[in-house]
C-alpha cells in the first residue's frame, strides 16, 4: 500500500512558477511509475507528466512540454512537478499517482495509487 500526499499548490499570476511535491509512504518507492494527473471543473481528468522508475525517462503532453518538468528523489520518496509560465487554462487540482505496470502512461486507470490532490489557480 502507497499513500501519496501532494502539496505545494496555490495561487500564482500568469507567467509565474509553482513546484509541487508528492510525498510517498509506504514500500519500495522505487519500484513506482509515478505521474502527474490535473483536474478542472467539469473536465475529464488531465495527463500532464510521467517519469520512470529511475527517473531516467519523462514525458509530456504537448500542452506541458517545455514549461513542466517532473522529477523524482527515490532517497526522500518524493516526486516533483516543476511548473513554469504558467497560463490561466492550467488552473486545476494537480493529482500524483503511482503504478507498478503502466502501459498507457495517459490513462488514469493504469494507475494503483493517487494522492488528494493541491489546487493550483493561475490568474490571468
Known amino acids: 500500500q502507497v499513500q501519496l500526499v501532494e502539496s505545494g499548490g496555490g495561487l500564482v499570476q500568469a507567467g509565474g512558477s509553482l513546484r509541487l511535491s508528492c510525498a510517498a509512504s509506504g514500500p519500495a518507492f522505487e519500484n513506482y511509475i509515478m505521474a502527474w494527473f490535473r483536474q478542472a471543473p467539469g473536465k475529464e481528468r488531465e495527463w500532464v507528466s510521467f517519469?520512470?522508475?529511475?527517473?531516467?525517462?519523462?514525458y509530456y503532453p504537448e500542452s506541458v512540454k517545455g514549461r513542466f518538468t517532473i522529477s523524482r528523489d527515490n532517497g526522500k520518496n518524493t516526486v516533483y512537478l516543476q511548473m513554469h509560465s504558467l497560463k490561466p487554462e492550467d488552473t486545476a487540482v494537480y493529482y500524483c499517482?503511482?503504478?507498478?505496470?503502466?502501459?498507457?502512461?495517459?490513462?488514469?486507470?493504469?494507475?494503483?495509487?493517487w494522492g488528494q490532490g493541491t489546487q493550483v489557480t493561475v490568474s490571468s
Open positions: 517519469i520512470s522508475w529511475s527517473g531516467s525517462d519523462s
Open positions: 499517482a503511482a503504478g507498478r505496470f503502466v502501459d498507457d502512461m495517459s490513462s488514469p486507470h493504469e494507475y494503483d495509487y
